[in-house]
């Protein structure tokens, strides 16, 4: 798994890239908790790269959404791929993350 | 199986309990198909190697010790198969001591070495398991019906010298030869068939070495070409009673760790009870092999997608939980599911795969690895309890992905129970119950002055969103009622299946509708959304398919400009 980070406007943008699994969860988890720790609190998870997300993933994900919850925060998700947004949906996660079809559709609305 | 890594696991030597001066090297590896564990045993007549391997690293690993102890105090060689599958024995085939055939000697039961010398690749599963061998010279048939008995003096080129005798009924009343190599330890060699013809307990001192016996009825091992219900059972009941009688202290099988004696009793009944229950299994040959392995990768696609849902949602509770401040209830409801587990076990099935893929792909391994994944995710989920907080139709199809999987792997058909119905109805009845929820408000209400049963509610509530809550569902059926024959609960899943693909990439419109076409009744789900996962991923088209046919029908796709559209065909009746 590969993730790139980017600042546009003061939100951060983290593309990933490949599989979410046992192994890359913890590495997105480090990424996530790395720009809180900096202060950056928008936080859009791009996902048009990633074709798979195990339990594991859904629980980093959920731990986000926690630690992003105060007035200001934003977190949310863009660009699923349909077998990654079909766990969202069937799993609920689709009623607690903002998801959004695309990059510029996300940060147009925050 | 899960794969090995090629690397021993308990390698030492150890004094071989009953056995004066003998000694023995226990060389056991992770469990897979490859290659089965290797012993090494040393008495003052001879040195005595029991499954050389499938692997030539472990062969040559094991002829760097045989070389240590023959430079301390040279003796001769023989080498004892447990039976004559090329993951005993093929790796010896690439050390360089096979180009002189006559250093080594080789003892086979009659039948498997016959197979050897041969080179039948069926008997030996080289075919199986893609492991190509050369025949070899096997100087010592054992169980041999030509030998002079009551004892026979025998001498090998490379200055073994042993005296066989034979006993036709044996300890515990099996066929035995009682080998003496000399003033020392003698071995005793029990002839077991049912894994296979040739298969062969070997007992030295308080050690018995039993091969592949104690599998011999798990799923995908049972039913390999010579495996015999009759003689196993048989088989399993002797060496139980050889045990019971006492004089053996630890059984050292092909494959896994040696086993106590008193754990060996214990496991011998539970054994030959599921030998029993495999009649008229089908054979696993290479064909039925690679349909299973084909089953196994369909089964586990959908397996890794319902697991990791179901996962999910438990996690989705216990987040919303956690925001009403009710942690205390999600507490209780994470238990119910091993995340971490799923997560590893899906993981290693994954690695696996595409490490055949990108290697010598061999379906028995795939079968046997997926058969060892599904039974380990079998204990990761209670699935008396899940259905109370979770869709119940996510628990019962996960079970049932799993069920019908060992049920192929033991060679037998997944059920189907097909019974006459009007699919209108049950159609309906479906569709219904994907989209009414399963708590209703009042129930919610009525809860609220007994904490447990609130707690179970509001679970049930919030675990348990009906899958159709948010899409516009039109059902269209003709009047009359569509009889057909098919099994309904296959329909259910099928229908449940078709309709998540849907909704789960996006549609939020689906139109369903049931029709009278010459023979047959047709259903139609059509939605609004992009195309399904069923048609991107091979894999799960085919698990669909195969799922229509053990309904008693077929599926069929249309793209109707640019929205997908399901077709479920069965004869009416």
New interface residues.
């Given amino acids: 798994m590969d993730i790139k980070a980017a600042n546009r406007d003061g939100n951060t943008i983290l593309s990933v890239n490949g599989r979410i699994d046992t192994l890359t969860a913890p590495e997105l988890e480090q990424a996530i908790n790395t720009e809180i720790v900096r202060g950056n609190k928008k936080i859009l998870l791009v996902f048009s790269g990633v074709s798979y997300i195990s339990s594991g993933g859904l629980r980093v994900l959920l731990a986000t959404a926690k630690k992003l919850k105060n007035p200001g925060d934003k977190f949310g998700i863009c660009g699923l791929q349909p077998e990654v947004l079909k766990v969202f949906r069937l799993a609920g996660f689709t009623s607690i993350f903002s998801i959004y079809p695309s990059e510029g559709e996300a940060l147009a609305t925050w | 199986m899960p794969p090995g890594d090629g690397q021993p696991d308990s390698v030492q030597w150890e004094p071989v309990p009953g056995a004066p001066g003998a000694a023995f090297y226990p060389l056991i590896r992770k469990i897979d198909a490859v290659s089965s564990n290797s012993y090494l045993i040393t008495t003052p007549d001879v040195i005595i190697l029991i499954d050389p391997g499938g692997l030539p690293e472990q062969a040559a690993h094991l002829f760097g010790v045989i070389g240590m102890c023959q430079a301390r105090d040279a003796r001769p060689l023989i080498i004892f198969l447990t039976h004559a599958h090329t993951d005993h024995f093929v790796g010896i085939q690439a050390d360089p001591a096979c180009a002189h055939p006559d250093t080594l000697v080789f003892a086979v039961e009659q039948s498997g070495a016959y197979a050897i010398e041969s080179g039948d690749t069926t008997v030996t599963q080289s075919d199986l398991m893609q492991a190509p061998f050369f025949p070899m010279k096997v100087h010592l048939h054992l169980f041999s019906r030509e030998r002079a008995y009551p004892s026979e003096d025998m001498s090998f080129p490379n200055g073994a010298r042993i005296t066989i005798t034979r006993d036709q009924t044996g300890a515990a009343g099996l066929p035995c030869e009682r080998i003496v190599f000399g003033p020392g330890p003698a071995l005793t060699v029990y002839h077991t068939p049912g894994h296979s013809p040739d298969s062969m307990c070997l007992q030295m001192g308080e050690l018995l070495f039993t091969g592949d016996l104690l599998f011999a009825a798990s799923p995908g091992i049972a039913g390999v070409t010579g495996w015999s219900q009759e003689t196993l059972i048989n088989s399993l009941g002797a060496v139980e009673t050889l045990i019971a009688n006492g004089g053996i202290r630890l059984v050292c099988p092909g494959h896994g760790r040696a086993i106590p004696a008193a754990d060996a009793l214990r496991m011998l009944p539970a054994v030959r009870a599921d030998a029993r229950n495999l009649v008229n299994i089908a054979e696993m040959e290479p064909d039925r092999a690679a349909r299973t392995a084909a089953f196994a990768g369909d089964c586990m696609e959908q397996v890794n997608?319902i697991?990791?849902?179901m996962?999910?949602?438990l996690?989705?509770?216990s987040?919303?939980l956690?925001e009403l401040g009710e942690s205390g209830i999600a507490d209780k409801s994470s238990t119910l599911i091993r995340?971490?587990m799923?997560?590893?076990l899906?993981?290693a099935f994954?690695n696996f795969a595409e490490e055949q893929r990108k290697g010598l792909d061999v379906p028995i391994h795939r079968v046997l690895k997926a058969g060892q994944v599904i039974a380990k995710l079998e204990r990761t989920f209670n699935r008396d309890e899940l259905p109370a907080i979770i869709d119940p139709s996510l628990v019962r199809r996960a079970g049932r992905l799993l069920s019908d999987y060992t049920t192929m792997l033991r060679g037998f058909t997944p059920p189907s129970e097909c019974s006459d119905c009007d699919l209108n109805t049950l159609t309906e009845s479906v569709v219904t119950g994907l989209s009414v929820p399963p708590i209703t408000d009042d129930e919610v209400l009525s809860s609220a002055d007994d904490d447990a049963a609130f707690s179970r509610i509001l679970l049930a509530r919030i675990?348990t969103?009906p899958?159709l809550a948010d899409v516009e569902v039109t059902v269209l059926s003709e009047g009359d009622p569509l009889q057909v024959c098919i099994d309904r609960e296959h329909f259910t899943d099928l229908l449940t299946y078709i309709l998540?693909?849907l909704?789960?990439?996006?549609a939020d419109r689906i139109e369903i509708s049931t029709r009278h076409t010459g023979r047959n009744a047709i259903v139609t789900v059509a939605g609004n959304g992009?195309?399904?996962?069923a048609l991107?991923?091979r894999r799960t088209w085919r698990f669909l398919q195969g799922l229509a046919e053990r309904t008693g029908g077929s599926l069929t796709f249309h793209d109707l400009e640019g929205n997908p559209q399901f077709e479920f065909i069965a004869p009416a009746v």
Avoid: K, N
């Fill in positions: 997608e697991f990791t849902i996962s999910g949602r996690q989705y509770v987040f919303i956690d995340g971490d799923i997560d590893e899906l993981e994954h675990g969103p899958l998540e693909d909704v789960g990439t996006g992009p195309s399904p996962g991107r991923e």
